[in-house]
């Protein structure tokens, strides 16, 4: 069992900046790939940005050029860093991981924007 946690969310004004902090139960070189995904009310949830044990990064056109995600092997997190924020990118963030045959989920993280 893979437990991941996220953390980082919070209100923010367009223009705005958030680090999401996703820290692995496990090993996360065994977890390929990682990535973020989110859902905003109403939507089905759709994937944000993707990285695998390589290193290698997938971005959905939305948030190309605005977020990046990134790994710390040595503390067992993924991060997503989301700059130039609008407020279309309010959602629940939620973390994954694929460890064959599973996928996991973190609770989630809610972004909100504030006028």
């Known amino acids: 069992q893979v437990r991941l946690v996220e953390s980082g969310g919070g209100l923010v004004q367009p223009g705005g900046s958030l680090r999401l902090s996703c820290a692995a139960s496990?090993?996360?070189?065994?977890?390929?790939?990682m990535g973020w995904y989110r859902q905003a009310p109403g939507k089905e949830r759709e994937l944000v940005a993707a990285i695998t044990t390589a290193g290698g990064t997938t971005y959905a056109d939305s948030v190309n050029g605005r977020f990046t995600i990134s790994r710390d092997n040595a503390k067992n997190t993924i991060y997503l860093q989301m700059n130039s924020l609008k407020p279309e990118d309010t959602a629940v963030y939620y973390c994954?991981?694929?460890?064959?045959?599973?996928?996991?989920w973190g609770q989630g993280t809610q972004v909100t924007f504030s006028s």
């Open positions: 496990t090993d996360i070189f065994t977890l390929n790939p």
């Open positions: 994954h991981a694929y460890k064959f045959p599973t996928v996991y």
